[in-house]
């Protein structure tokens, strides 16, 4: 359910970005935003095929690019008494460019993020793990954001991009979670909560479990 504030906060994001969003700096902003999307994207693209070479498996079956909408950005800077311009879009706001990596198993989403930063160009700012440390509703996930050069006609340009790492299975549950957030008609959002909770934490037991049975297999192999 909305509450009235956060309402009015994103009716009033709406109003401003639909004027914002049709600025030049704004839409040169995004592109860069996507010129950085497709650096990361490349990069891990590169370490999917080497990897693939080396154990005969990919370590990600999928991976999604997006950009925050007109109004999320404007919305985000509103909430923190930001000025609506592309100076504070850059300075201040780490998530507008994301990259979602979906693997099989959690040891892949460590060993990718881990080869990720270790490459002389990408530089990390920061990262929360909430597959070790999930949060109290049972979200789970690998978050990064770092810093890419990009490289244009008039010079390099340093660009942030978060990217989040997830199992099939997170990926599943946030998906199921989001969707059941925008429900209007829960009556007991405590218990529905409570009960994602646990499906949350039954689907990290099975993917415990399929991380040792692949592990039991490579042994044989």
């Known amino acids: 359910m909305d ?8 009716k009033e994001a709406e109003e401003i970005a639909k004027v914002f969003s049709r600025t030049k700096e704004f ?10 999307i497709m650096e990361i994207e490349t990069k891990l693209r590169v370490l999917n095929e080497e990897f693939s070479l080396q154990y005969d498996r990919n370590p990600f079956e999928s991976i999604e690019s997006r950009l925050k909408s007109p109004a999320s950005i404007v919305e985000k800077m509103l909430s923190r008494g930001l ?11 780490f998530d507008i ?16 993020a881990d080869l990720l930063v270790q490459q002389d160009d990408v530089l990390l700012l920061a990262r929360k793990d909430y597959i070790k440390h999930p949060k109290s ?13 990009i490289f244009l006609s008039e010079g390099k340009r340093h660009m942030k991009v978060e990217v989040q790492f997830r199992t099939i299975s997170m990926d599943f ?7 059941l957030k925008y429900k209007k008609e829960l009556k007991s959002p405590e218990e529905v909560g409570e009960r994602l909770k646990k499906c949350a934490d039954t689907l990290s037991q099975l993917d415990e479990e399929m991380e040792e049975i692949r592990k039991s297999l490579d042994k044989r192999a």
């Open 83 to 93: 000025e609506i311009n592309v100076e504070n879009m850059e300075g201040e706001l």
């Open 137 to 149: 509703n049972g979200y789970r996930s690998f978050h990064m954001i770092v810093d890419i050069p």
């Open 97 to 112: 460019a994301g990259i979602r990596v979906v693997c099989s198993f959690r040891e892949d989403i460590y060993r990718l």
């Open 173 to 179: 549950w946030a998906s199921v979670d989001h969707k």
């Open 3 to 10: 509450y009235p504030e956060e309402s009015h906060l994103m």
């Open 27 to 36: 839409a040169d902003m995004m592109t860069l935003y996507r010129c950085a």
